[in-house]
Nanobody, 120 residues
Framework: VQLVESGGGLVQPGGSLRLSCAAS????????MSWARQAPGKGLEWVAGVYNDGSAFYAASVKGRFTISRDNAKNTVYLQMNALKPEDTAVYYC???????????????WGQGTQVTVSS
């Protein structure tokens, strides 16, 4: 299993970024996927998840600003982040969702993460 995130960077408050996660080594089209993040000095926080049928779910802190999507033909999951705030600053990880959605304790496969910094 390999999960490779990209698309992070420095953005001003109110700006946008799109993260990508390229997946390989498993049957992506049959797998639920999630994004989680870890802010400096804080624990891991689930952000969003998408089932294999495209059904999407979001943490309250990002609902209405972030959009998770997937392209099964490209084995890629995306996180479109709009109206970014300084508190969105974190390392963002994609992961295979074992069926627990926001409960990260059962997650096994993670990417290496990509840094998102929201600052003026």
């Amino acid at each position: 299993v390999q999960l490779v995130e990209s698309g992070g960077g420095l953005v001003q408050p109110g700006g946008s970024l799109r993260l990508s996660c390229a997946a390989s080594g498993f049957t992506f089209s049959s797998s639920a996927m999630s994004w989680a993040r870890q802010a400096p000095g804080k624990g891991l926080e689930w952000v969003a998840g998408v089932y294999n049928d495209g059904s999407a779910f979001y943490a309250a802190s990002v609902k209405g600003r972030f959009t998770i999507s997937r392209d099964n033909a490209k084995n890629t999951v995306y996180l479109q982040m709009n109206a970014l705030k300084p508190e969105d600053t974190a390392v963002y990880y994609c992961a295979i969702d074992p069926g627990t959605l926001s409960d990260l304790t059962e997650y096994t496969y993670w990417g290496q993460g990509t840094q998102v910094t929201v600052s003026s």
